[in-house]
């Protein structure tokens, strides 16, 4: 059961308009790694999380913030969009100068939200369910999260240096600390689910089943111009998982063949010439 609270997590409170911010700001809501995805993301695996309550109670505790970060975001858009009118666009279209500034304003918010925050990113493109994860599988899940926490993050902080407006960077930094928090959340539960299973997804299929295959999982090749990436931790020593060595092949040659494909039949008209065919 969700309850809706009509104040906010942290107070939301815009120096003065600016729609060209509030075109910019959309990425964080309703971009890739804005904040409708991690919404999403940690509603699904907690819906769907089985096995030990705390990862579904803490899913499911993070997951209702989003909910309300997601409120703060287009409580910020609309007070940026305040007093944005189509003759205000119109008016500055008239010197070229402006115009090139103002070309930034985002025309759904006016002409489709009437000056309120879509569910799109800072190009209009419509947010959607691809851009979220939930696999079913805790580790994978976490770990996803983490990077979604990390490039959320770091978006915002790159918005934070677009404004000098001290209300906008005043919650920005609220966003902030609450994504730090949340990286530093994702990590713990990581370090637990590896302590338990190891650090490979799934534990379920172990290198031992790998077979002929698994000498495969331990080498670096070096398919790229020059050899720097050979001096780094993944090219040498043991695996995380303590089961094999790393090994750097400078020189890798190919162990398959050349695939033969079989001509298809003619009623596909493929255009190929089919030798058995024509004698």
Not at 77 to 87: M, V
Not at 157 to 173: A, N, P, Q
Not at 223 to 242: H, I, L, N
Request: charge should be negative.
């Amino acid at each position: 059961m969700f309850r809706h609270q009509k104040e906010l997590q942290y107070e939301v409170k815009v120096d003065r308009p600016d729609p060209m911010l509030a075109k910019n700001v959309q990425e964080v809501l309703g971009g890739q790694f804005g904040e409708m995805t991690v919404m999403m993301q940690y509603l699904f695996q907690g819906f769907n999380c089985r096995g030990e309550e705390k990862y579904k109670d803490l899913l499911m505790d993070i997951a209702t913030e989003e909910v309300g970060h997601v409120e703060m975001v287009c409580a910020m858009i609309s007070q940026l969009l305040d007093g944005a009118s189509p003759e205000d666009q119109a008016k500055a279209a008239e010197d070229p100068n402006v115009a090139a500034i103002m070309g930034g304003v985002n025309p759904q918010q006016l002409i489709v939200s009437g000056l309120g925050a879509l569910p799109t990113n800072s190009n209009g493109v419509p947010w959607n369910g691809s851009y979220m994860v939930s696999s079913g599988n805790l580790l994978a899940d976490m770990r996803s999260n983490l990077h979604a926490e990390t490039q959320g993050r770091l978006q915002v902080s790159r918005l934070y240096h677009m404004t000098k407006d001290e209300g906008v960077r005043s919650t920005f930094r609220k966003m902030l600390a609450r994504d730090r928090y949340h990286q530093y959340q994702w990590m713990a539960a990581i370090a637990e689910l590896e302590e338990k299973n190891g650090v490979v997804v799934p534990a379920s299929f172990p290198p031992e089943a790998e077979l002929e295959s698994q000498s495969e999982a331990y080498k670096l090749f070096n398919f790229s111009e020059g050899e720097q990436s050979k001096e780094g931790p993944w090219a040498r020593g043991t695996a995380q998982d303590g089961t094999g060595d790393f090994e750097y092949v400078s020189n890798p040659k190919p162990k398959g063949k050349a695939p033969k494909m079989e001509i298809p039949a003619v009623e596909l008209h493929h255009d190929l010439t089919n030798k058995a065919s024509d004698k």
